[in-house]
């Protein structure tokens, strides 16, 4: 097996961490479930600071409630705090759903918050209360991830309902893709006729038109109606190789509660991979992969072969969240760049499993695989495999900007650049953007290397 | 238009200039539920103590606190730029449970020994007092073995506002002054207090300072240097910008070493011309100095005037809306868009007192909306009631302007442009005209609909 092979010495600090907290992972699965208003239970900063970091990405509003602790609230517990501040959210959002998720102080100090939404709930008898969705996400406990998938099987456990019959509809936990990759996906799943439950789903709620009206909560996401109906769709899909390993999981839950079966792939990056995704919708509905995204899949082989030379035996540093990282490297293999480091801040301990399943050779080839890393670590790697491209979030730029090699910006959060939440990944669609991107960067390289300057490349 | 409702608890913190008596609620802890714009203690000590460039800042918490922070502020160094990476102790489970000091202990050993900083900072986070880390004992043992400064930043997230954290930040600050060498120190010298060499502003103000023949001792904290800090007690006056980050600095050295200060800002001709010229008259006795003010003060608002008068031209009549962190920052920006000839229709402030708000009362014309550590439901009310062309804010302001078809101009710590002194207001005004008056506005949906813009076909 592929073993993490740092060769700096471990430091006890992390520096410049290629990681977030795990209630940010949680704020962003509630904004994909409509008419939902996140609340963190904790102190200001903690929604403050999310709410920014979210902003700066996807350049949307996005209001994430706090109970606002203070020194009495840590002391006393924040009970009190809590149905204060559902009470607040109720009154000015009117929402359909309210999702709780804790931070580390409320975790630290003990607070029992499924307790204090029953006694809220029993204080409010009579009344028309949305759900209320609570997940345990203290942020000593693993990354933004484990806060996405955590809220995941959360929404899941708190909602879902069996029904008499398996329905035609399909369950499909993408993991934490883009806007754009989830307006790819619910449009594949109309090609195959599959009513599709997309969860979280915020396409819309984080990368929407202007506004005529003000928007409380911005339309879109999956209802609490859909999501409840997830006990009875005929299949799950859970895209994420390193989410496959984990011990439980939203589609895993819909399996053992509701006998809803459960197909596992990795992120649908490049050819094989997004083969297995469109065989597996094959399968659940029963239908064969739609003549539009086989011509989709056709263009995007014919640009290998029209680009493959200019990416053969290139060298990747990938880095970001463990299955963004193994989708890419898949999908970098597949067109002959060799990821020579392969990192992320995620501590799973699956990351490397993932990339020696998808590099059999990978000890031949020199592949690094760094979990648990921050960019300090990265850089270090970065230095001493001399890669031709960086691809990861534009949190690599000063990395990148001190090899001085391009940073393909991918997945989340692209802070200096606009457009985050319009970068596709996913599907043939989006493989054959980020071949275009690669194989362009690595043409502009050679181009501005060149002495001449041609324009004919 | 659809209604937003406002709280009744919040209804208080809003005042209507001219329709009701004077009675603003303040400088309370914000409201559970609803989504403050306000930030913590932590972001208080943070945004003070970031720019010193040359001290090492370790954040002692899980992995959010640091993650967030890491390198957003513009706040240039002309030399070392420590203050850009960003440390964190990481905190895990076991860290939670068995105790974090030692694992800060050797975190600071190792970072001193990479980094040679010439002081460090240790920023206590929310859950540290809970779990017990005595912080202060790890930074005394470790200042005696490294012999640097090894301060602690009482900073955790819920003990109080972000004014909390601008005091626990001064308090780290004042354990420095005074421990440098003062002999040389020209009587008619100043510490510039409150400025963060955003997008190289305290350059800007500093050569102000150097051409009127004032020596500046230390700029605390923009660009700042820890022997400068050591030594800013030689300093003949203290020039504190900014609602009140550092007031309480000004007011502890002005105590123990008789220093006395003045208020001032360096936003628009008006404010920025009364702060050299309030330092030239303090140095009355050299009246050489208020000699050369007045020749630079003349120099450099007759090299802007010109394209301010177009710009003018171009903005007046305008409606602006500020919503700022401290309020005495609002009111330079009412005088500085007054000068454009733009209206003021909304001005609010996350911290400010009742002085600043009787201030800001006087200030503004009829009809204008005061606001109290508002919220984006309040702050999108009131600028689509009060139609304005503008709104002033930092990025959590941003998409709400945006989605209204609303110009925006941010004037917050994450902005790369200075702002700051003439050629500040020269930036100032071309991106509020930029914005303003870009033409895309007129196909948002909100301005057609007030019949301002292009419908949809």
């Not at chain 1, 789903?201 to 911005?218: H, K, N, S, V």
């Not at chain 1, 499993?353 to 695989?369: L, N, T, Y």
């Not at chain 2, 932590?42 to 002692?60: E, K, T, W």
């Not at chain 2, 301005?447 to 419908?455: F, Q």
Request: include cysteine; glycine fraction near 10%.
């Amino acid at each position: 097996m592929l073993k993490p092979s740092p060769k700096a010495p471990k430091f006890t600090v992390t520096r410049n961490a290629c990681k977030l907290c795990t209630p940010l992972g949680a704020a962003l699965v509630f904004k994909g479930i409509r008419g939902a208003v996140p609340l963190l239970h904790g102190s200001q900063g903690c929604s403050t600071y999310i709410r920014r970091y979210l902003i700066s990405h996807y350049r949307e509003p996005i209001d994430i409630a706090c109970s606002n602790f203070s020194e009495q609230t840590a002391i006393f517990g924040g009970g009190a705090n809590l149905k204060i501040a559902l009470d607040n959210i109720r009154r000015q959002y009117d929402p359909e759903m309210i999702g709780v998720a804790t931070t580390c102080l409320s975790e630290t100090i003990g607070d029992d918050v499924p307790m204090f939404i029953r006694e809220y709930r029993e204080s409010c008898a009579g009344e028309d209360l949305p759900p209320m969705v609570h997940v345990a996400t203290p942020s000593y406990q693993g990354t933004h991830m484990q806060g996405f998938h955590a809220a995941l099987r959360a929404v899941v456990d708190q909602l879902a309902q069996g029904g008499a019959e398996a329905g035609r509809h399909v369950n499909l936990f993408p993991g934490m893709v883009s806007p754009a990759d989830l307006r790819h996906l619910r449009e594949i799943c109309a090609d195959f006729d599959l009513p599709v439950v997309l969860l979280p789903d915020y396409a819309d709620t984080l990368d929407g038109p202007l506004w005529t009206e003000y928007q409380r909560i911005p339309e879109g996401g999956t209802s609490v109606a859909a999501i409840r109906s997830s006990g009875s769709a005929r299949a799950s899909l859970e895209l994420g190789d390193v989410l496959a390993r984990a011990k439980e999981t939203a589609a895993g839950l819909l399996w053992k509660r509701f006998e809803v079966p459960c197909h596992r792939i990795g992120p649908p990056v490049g050819i094989d991979a997004t083969d297995r995704m469109f065989a597996a919708l094959a399968e659940i509905s029963g239908r064969p992969t739609p003549e539009n995204h086989l011509r989709e899949r056709g263009r995007l082989i014919d640009s290998y072969a029209d680009g493959h030379k200019y990416v053969m035996d290139a060298r990747a540093v990938v880095f970001g969240e463990e299955d963004l990282v193994v989708g890419l490297a898949g999908f970098l293999g597949e067109i002959g760049v060799v990821p020579v480091v392969c990192a992320s801040g995620g501590r799973s301990g699956h990351l490397a499993a993932c990339i020696a399943e998808r590099f059999p050779d990978h000890s031949q080839k020199g592949i690094q695989v760094l979990s648990d890393a921050d960019f300090v670590t990265i850089e270090t790697a970065a230095r001493d495999a001399q890669p031709d491209f960086l691809i990861g979030n534009s949190k690599g730029y000063s990395m990148a900007r001190r090899l001085d090699k391009p940073l393909i910006r991918v997945g989340f959060p692209v802070h200096d650049r606009v457009g985050g939440a319009r970068l596709l990944h996913l599907g043939y669609r989006g493989s054959q953007q980020l071949f275009d991107r690669i194989a362009n960067t690595l043409m502009a390289a050679r181009q501005t290397a060149s002495p001449v300057g041609y324009t004919y490349m | 238009m659809a209604s937003i409702p406002i709280l009744k608890e919040r209804e208080k913190h809003i005042y209507r200039k001219g329709a009701e008596p004077f009675n603003l609620t303040c400088g309370q802890h914000s409201l559970a539920g609803v989504v403050s714009q306000r930030a913590c203690v932590f972001c208080g000590s943070r945004v003070v103590l970031y720019p010193i460039a040359d001290a090492l800042h370790l954040i002692h918490g899980p992995v959010g606190c640091a993650a967030y922070t890491w390198d957003i502020r513009g706040a240039l160094s002309s030399g070392p730029e420590l203050h850009r990476l960003s440390f964190t102790t990481d905190l895990r489970e076991k860290d939670v449970i068995f105790g974090g000091e030692k694992k800060l202990q050797r975190a600071l050993v190792e970072l001193i020994d990479t980094y040679q900083p010439r002081a460090a900072f240790v920023y206590s986070t929310c859950i540290v007092g809970i779990i017990g880390d005595d912080v202060a004992a790890v930074c005394r043992q470790v200042s005696r073995e490294k012999a640097i400064p090894v301060l602690p930043v009482h900073s955790e997230g819920f003990k109080g506002t972000k004014k909390d954290g601008y005091k626990a930040a001064c308090e780290a600050l004042f354990k420095l002054v005074g421990q440098g060498p003062v002999e040389q120190i020209s009587p008619w010298s100043i510490n510039i207090l409150g400025e963060f060499n955003i997008g190289g502003e305290a350059w800007i103000i500093k050569s102000y300072y150097e051409k009127m023949g004032v020596e500046v001792v230390a700029t605390m904290t923009g660009d700042g240097r820890v022997d400068a800090i050591r030594r800013s007690h030689g300093a003949a006056l203290n020039v504190v910008q900014c609602s009140g980050a550092m007031t309480t600095l000004a007011d502890m050295m002005q105590a123990r070493y008789g220093t006395p200060y003045i208020r001032v800002s360096y936003f628009g001709l008006e404010d920025t011309s009364k702060a050299l010229y309030d330092v030239a008259a303090h140095f009355g006795d050299n009246p050489a100095i208020m000699a050369r003010t007045q020749a630079l003060v003349r120099g450099e608002i007759s090299a802007i005037t010109p394209e301010l008068q177009k710009i003018k031209a171009a903005v007046q009549g305008k409606r602006a809306a500020i919503y700022v962190g401290g309020a005495f920052k609002a009111f330079s920006l009412i005088k500085a868009l007054r000068y454009l000839g733009m209206d003021v229709v909304l001005a609010g402030s996350q911290t400010g007192n009742d002085a600043d708000y009787e201030t800001l009362r006087d200030m503004c014309d009829d009809g204008t909306i005061i606001l109290d550590d508002a919220n984006p439901l309040e702050l999108s009310k009131y600028i689509i009631e009060k139609q304005a062309d503008l709104f002033i804010g930092g990025v959590k302001e941003r998409p709400i302007a945006y989605k209204m078809g609303i110009g925006f101009c941010d004037h917050n710590h994450e902005r790369k442009t200075p702002l700051a002194g003439y050629e500040g207001m020269l930036n100032f005004a071309r991106e509020v005209y930029r914005s303003v008056n870009s033409p895309v506005w007129r196909f948002a949906p909100a301005r057609a609909a007030a019949g301002k813009g292009v419908s949809p076909c």
